[in-house]
């Protein structure tokens, strides 16, 4: 069965480290792969997306996510982390019916 | 830019009653969805429809009902609030045609008392 794991549930950088946040799927074939964010008492917004082709992804405030096939992985990396990144991380396989599957999330923070 | 929009931001139901959350659209998307988040779960999908006039079940349908009207408006409805009902909800929309990209609402927070 389709599944996406995100395992580390809290991560704690200071201001300025680079920052990874990992994920790891289940699924058979080549999936859709998003990462979104969530800041405090707000809906997701899209950070980036994989659909076919490079495997690094840019995408918005200097994220960046890498895919590999090989280790079922879609890592999210920024080079230099504000204090404003502190909110929680969701990634997210989509079907080809549309629906997602959801990792648990990871809550970041960043301390000065 | 997609907007996505829910009403009410917060609630707070009785036991027994009946909760109706709406969620409207103008990014003429087919597909609607509700989720909602509980702590150390993520997202779980409630209903989710491909259009006017459809509906279908998600992974935690129980004591959940759905209806697409139009296409712009998709709204959830419990018709017998339970406490384990309070959560916080999100509504979606997202487009057709090899773009899997979706666009959440700012949530509603309802507690069931």
């Known amino acids: 069965a389709q599944s996406v794991t995100q395992p580390d549930a809290r991560v704690t950088v200071s201001e300025g480290a680079s920052l990874q946040l990992r994920c790891k799927y289940s699924y058979s074939g080549t999936p859709y792969l998003f990462w979104y964010v969530q800041y405090p008492r707000q809906g997701l917004q899209l950070l980036l997306k994989y659909y076919s082709g490079d495997p690094v992804v840019q995408g918005v405030n200097g994220f960046e996510a890498e895919f590999s096939k090989s280790n079922s992985s879609f890592h999210l990396r920024k080079a230099s982390v504000h204090w404003s990144d502190s909110a929680v991380y969701f990634c997210?396989?989509?079907?080809?019916?549309?629906?997602?599957?959801f990792g648990a999330g990871t809550r970041l923070k960043v301390i000065a | 830019e997609a907007a996505v929009t829910q009403s009410p931001r917060n609630k707070v139901a009785v036991t027994g009653g009946k909760v109706t959350l709406s969620c409207n659209q103008t990014?003429?998307?087919?597909?609607m969805y509700w989720y909602r988040q509980d702590t150390g779960h993520g997202l779980r999908l409630i209903h989710y429809?491909?259009?006017?006039?459809?509906?279908e079940k998600g992974d935690i349908p129980d004591g959940y009902k759905a209806s697409r009207p139009s296409q712009e408006n998709f709204s959830l409805i419990l018709e017998l609030a339970t406490p384990s009902q309070t959560s916080v909800y999100f509504c979606a929309s997202g487009s057709t045609g090899g773009l899997y990209e979706q666009y959440f609402g700012p949530g509603t927070r309802l507690t069931v008392l």
């Open positions: 997210v396989l989509s079907e080809r019916n549309y629906k997602y599957v």
């Open positions: 990014n003429n998307h087919n597909n």
């Open positions: 429809s491909y259009g006017a006039g459809s509906t």
